[in-house]
């Protein structure tokens, strides 16, 4: 893999489970697997994954050489990393099948999207959108507007 000719913003992310985090992200986003480097511990040292033009680097957790301390997370990441996709519902669908907890369930947004959120098995937090159309967003628009009016 020649990683001098990517471009532009990578996630890294650390988790418990390297090679399992490769099925998933394989089975539940999509993604295309295009470099693996495991240890002879079998743990993962590098991989790289592509999702759809994109890419993401991971690695298993190695507290070893973090002076202990582990990286990978324990319970739902401060970091949301987004998808747009084709169909919202069907991937939050398909990553639920595989393993993921859906924490938001799909909905019309006010802001045009169709918008959904999950958790990985890895504890890391992902959300997927798809734009809606002109009506479905002045639909959305007027139920957040309603929504707003009740909360005063």
């Not at 519902?89 to 045009?112: H, S, T, Y």
Request: one cysteine or more; hydrophobic letters at 40%.
């Amino acid at each position: 893999m020649d990683y001098q000719k990517l471009t532009g913003l990578i996630p890294h992310l650390v988790v418990n489970g390297g090679a399992a985090a490769i099925d998933f992200y394989k089975a539940g986003l999509g993604a295309e697997e295009l470099h693996r480097m495991p240890t002879p511990d079998g743990r993962l040292m590098h991989a790289t994954l592509k999702f759809d033009g994109s890419y993401l680097f991971l690695n298993d957790d190695f507290p070893e050489h973090c002076g202990g301390a582990t990286r990978a997370p324990k319970g739902p990441s401060p970091v949301t990393l987004h998808l747009n996709v084709k169909n919202c519902d069907a991937a939050i669908e398909r990553a639920a099948k595989a393993g993921a907890k859906v924490e938001m369930p799909a909905m019309d947004m006010f802001w045009g999207d169709r918008y959904g959120k999950i958790i990985d098995p890895f504890g890391h937090s992902w959300s997927f959108s798809h734009p809606l159309t002109a009506d479905q967003k002045a639909a959305a628009e007027k139920a957040w507007a309603a929504m707003q009016g009740n909360m005063k």
